[in-house]
Structures are given as structure tokens and as C-alpha cells.
């Protein structure tokens, strides 16, 4: 574990890991009355992203702007509430900004939040060649239907696709490459009762939509 100093008396340093020092800042913020920090939390699905495992999920330069000028991600709905497809569509309430102190000190925090049992390592850097991407991305929008749900980008890099569903438009900046595999894998090993389809990937495919849906950047990210 990574340590800082916090303070120095009568000659003395004093250490404080950060974790210890940074979670105070989701009780300030009443951040836990939206989101998990354990999966014990609660036996209902939480309305926001659980974050017990943000570490593995989450690129932390995304989390650092994101905690300081929040963007919407799920544009409506909540997929995990069982009436989702009954009620009407409606828009997701704005995330409060964090100063950047304590933007940087929230995404330290939130990198910590790691599954114990998720294996790192299974998708590599090299990218998807260009034949091999169109057909992946024939896969991720018809074989799979995944922009029924989630937007993707189009040939002029603008959104397009579902809104139900969390925008995967900037997804090679905000998701973490292990985390994508593993979602696509066992969904149900993250939200029990999510609304994610299983598709039995092998382990080969579920790489290349990986590294197909991390390829997905727009904005100023770009």
C-alpha cells in the first residue's frame, strides 16, 4: 500500500494511508446514499453505478475530470429497476463537481475499490487491425445488437444507438480493458439482477469487442 505523509510533530512523520484519509470525503459528499462501496451495501440494486470495484473498472484521468465537471453517462433509465421497460423515459440527475483537491483525492480513493478475484493482464495493448475492426464492429452493432442499448459512434465520430443503457461513445477513456472483458464474460458477477445480456463469449472474441469498445473516443478526449 502506498503511503503519504500527513504531518510532522515534535519531530516525528506521520504516516496515513490514503485510503484511510479519502473516504472521508464520501461521507461530505453523501455519495453512498446513490452509490455501493460494498456489495453487502444493500440486498437491492443500487440506481447509480456501484463503485466496490471502481478501481478495476475505471481509467483514473477520466475519474479526475469527471469528478470535476461530471458529464451524463446514462443519458435515462435505471436498467437494474424491475419496471424499467414499463415507465417512462427520464433524465438523469445532474452529479455534483468536486473541487479538483478533492477530485484527486476521491479518484485516489475510488482506485483503491478493487474486486480481490478479478484477474488483470487478459487484453494487451496491441490494437485491433483495421479489417478485423469492421468486423467487430458488425458484431458489436448487429450480431450483438449492443447499440440498441448503448451508443456507439458512426462513420462521421458522432453518437449514435441506444440511451438506456450506459454511453459507450467515450469508452476508451473512462473503462479499464479488464474490466470490459470481464463485464462482457459474466455481467451477473457485477449486477446480479442488471438487464446485460449473457452471450458466451470465448475468451478470443470477448478480446476483440474489448478492444473494439475501448477504441470508442470522442470529444476532447480524442
Known amino acids: 500500500m502506498r503511503f503519504i505523509p500527513f504531518a510532522m510533530s515534535l519531530g516525528f512523520l506521520i504516516w496515513v494511508s490514503p485510503v484511510q484519509a479519502d473516504s472521508t470525503l464520501t461521507e461530505k459528499h453523501g455519495c453512498s446514499s446513490c452509490h455501493r462501496f460494498s456489495a453487502e451495501a444493500s440486498k437491492e440494486p443500487a440506481k447509480t453505478p456501484d463503485l466496490f470495484y471502481a478501481g478495476n473498472k475505471f481509467q483514473k484521468p477520466w475519474l479526475e475530470k469527471f469528478l470535476q465537471s461530471p458529464v451524463v453517462v446514462r443519458k435515462v433509465g435505471t436498467s437494474?429497476?424491475?419496471d424499467f421497460l414499463k415507465?417512462?423515459?427520464?433524465s438523469t440527475p445532474p452529479h455534483p463537481s468536486l473541487t479538483e483537491k478533492e477530485a484527486l483525492a476521491m479518484a485516489d480513493y475510488l482506485m483503491s475499490l478493487t474486486l480481490p478475484d478479478l484477474s488483470q493482464g487478459t487484453v494487451d495493448d496491441v490494437p485491433l487491425t483495421k479489417g478485423t475492426r469492421v468486423r467487430v464492429k458488425i458484431l458489436f452493432e448487429r450480431n450483438y445488437g449492443c447499440i440498441a442499448c448503448h451508443e456507439g459512434i458512426n462513420l462521421a465520430g458522432q453518437a449514435r444507438g441506444g440511451i438506456s443503457g450506459p454511453s459507450l461513445a467515450n469508452a476508451g477513456n473512462r473503462l479499464a480493458a479488464d474490466w470490459v472483458f470481464h463485464w462482457l464474460k459474466?455481467?451477473?458477477?457485477?449486477i446480479a439482477k442488471g438487464r446485460m445480456p449473457?452471450?458466451?463469449l470465448d475468451d478470443e472474441s470477448a478480446v476483440k469487442l474489448t478492444k473494439y469498445i475501448l477504441s470508442l473516443k470522442v470529444g476532447d478526449w480524442k
Open 198 to 200: 449473457y452471450f458466451n
Open 87 to 90: 415507465q417512462p423515459l427520464t
Open 186 to 190: 459474466t455481467p451477473k458477477k457485477f
Open 80 to 82: 437494474t429497476d424491475p
